[in-house]
């Protein structure tokens, strides 16, 4: 190698950085963005016999729909074995007279959906909420009472994305 061919490439990329130093950064980090842009949720449809597209994060359990047919558990059962049945004696849904409901450990979980596609009674769906993170294992067990709770309609950004066509998506503030 040439010394002249070695400062050329040397000045280039001085000056590459030094173009970038004054710009503003293009990526947005982590915990500003959570950005959901619909709450549409991934479930299944038994009676035209295909998936309707959504995202695939935390389960939500529709007790007034579930029969305690164990399907879900099926489907789960081979593949990550997440999903316990739970007895909930104290509950009163007249659908579900063995009165268990499912129970979801996401420290097995691999958000496959093949529980929301078993499910024939639209009671299990998945949400977009993928913020899962626990310092304990014992939190990512979700009781059927967990997976009940809704999640929340469209949260606020926390980031203002700007779309540009010469340098992408980039944070405004």
Request: proline letters at 8%.
């Amino acid at each position: 190698m040439k010394i002249t061919e070695f400062v050329k490439g040397f000045m280039i990329s001085v000056n590459t950085g030094i173009q970038h130093l004054f710009r503003k950064r293009m990526t947005t980090m982590y915990p500003e963005t959570q950005n959901y842009p619909t709450l549409d949720m991934y479930a299944y449809d038994p009676r035209k016999g295909i998936a309707v597209s959504g995202w695939r994060g935390r389960h939500y359990l529709d007790m007034t729909k579930c029969t305690g047919c164990q399907l879900c558990y099926i489907a789960c059962e081979n593949i990550s074995e997440a999903i316990e049945m739970v007895p909930l004696p104290e509950t009163n849904y007249p659908q579900n007279k063995k009165k268990i409901f499912p129970a979801v450990d996401y420290g097995r979980c691999v958000f496959c959906g093949f529980c929301v596609d078993a499910c024939p009674f639209y009671a299990l769906y998945m949400t977009p909420v993928a913020e899962l993170s626990e310092y304990d294992r014992n939190d990512l067990y979700y009781s059927p009472y967990e997976l009940s709770k809704p999640p929340a309609v469209n949260p606020t950004p926390r980031a203002k994305e700007k779309i540009d066509i010469k340098r992408g998506v980039y944070d405004e503030r």
